[in-house]
């Protein structure tokens, strides 16, 4: 469990004469987000100075040697933030034990290890960040942002607009609760109509599992936005960084990160 107010000035003050959690380092390196960085410890896949590490209470300082799997991994770099248009038939994870094609087989060569802000399914499109800093992108992932994700839903079925404006008061699901959605007719043609959705917390497949309780099913997902970073003109597969300038502006209290 993480501590509280880890990214805070009080925290980074009284871990600056230790250094940096390791599994915090390895995420902000880009080698795995920070839960899966502190499920590498047990394994005995970590050695911080040719010493195994099993423990998340150790440090990185300057100048230490960092290896997992027998490789070493640089010092993490500033943090830098890339959108990137997905297109349906991609999955967001790095090893699909099912062999389909994901995104990051996907990605030019020469980029660094990334990690996408949260994901998009097999079936949906559109914008997707990606980030060298797992940290960023935990932060990034969490509610309390009040961040709003933005899409362009198709549907096959009749739209009742009065049961759609109705999810702005929240929904539960087969047991599940889902907080308020705004969805709004754009338009329709047939059995065929676009909604736009804005949700804040977008669990799992929730715009799916929303608009099926709705008896309408969802033949194209698309994300324009995910907070203040929109998709844009980007076309499918295009990837584009976002400016360093304009990502600190977003995230304040974003620092380059230290050279070592």
Do not use: C
């Not at 967001?92 to 290890?113: M, N």
């Not at 008896?215 to 997902?221: C, E, G, K, P, Q």
């Amino acid at each position: 469990m993480s501590e509280p107010d880890e990214d805070g000035a009080d925290s980074a003050h009284a871990n600056a004469d230790r250094g940096e959690r390791i599994a915090k380092w390895l995420a902000r390196a880009g080698v795995a987000s920070r839960r899966d960085a502190e499920k590498l410890l047990p394994g005995g896949r970590v050695k911080l100075n040719n010493t195994l590490v099993s423990h998340p209470a150790s440090f990185v300082q300057p100048g230490d040697i960092v290896q997992v799997d027998g490789r070493v991994i640089d010092a993490p770099d500033r943090a830098r933030l890339w959108r990137y248009h997905k297109p349906d038939g991609l999955v967001t994870t790095h090893r699909d034990p099912e062999g389909r094609p994901t995104v990051f087989a996907s990605l030019p060569p020469g980029l660094p290890r990334v990690v996408s802000v949260g994901r998009l399914d097999l079936g949906s499109e559109g914008l997707l960040l990606l980030t060298n800093d797992g940290s960023l992108a935990r932060r990034l992932e969490l509610p309390s942002n009040g961040w709003i994700r933005r899409y362009r839903v198709r549907v096959f079925g009749m739209v009742d607009e009065r049961r759609l404006a109705d999810l702005v008061r929240g929904s539960e699901i087969d047991g599940v609760r889902y907080g308020p959605i705004e969805a709004g007719l754009d338009s329709r043609k047939g059995d065929n109509a676009w909604i736009t959705v804005a949700l804040r917390e977008g669990r799992n497949r929730e715009v799916r599992r929303v608009m099926l309780d709705l008896n309408l099913h969802v033949s194209r997902l698309i994300r324009t936005a995910y907070g203040p970073f929109q998709l844009g003109t980007l076309a499918r597969r295009e990837l584009e960084e976002v400016q360093g300038k304009v990502l600190r502006e977003q995230v304040p209290g974003l620092a380059p990160a230290p050279r070592h």
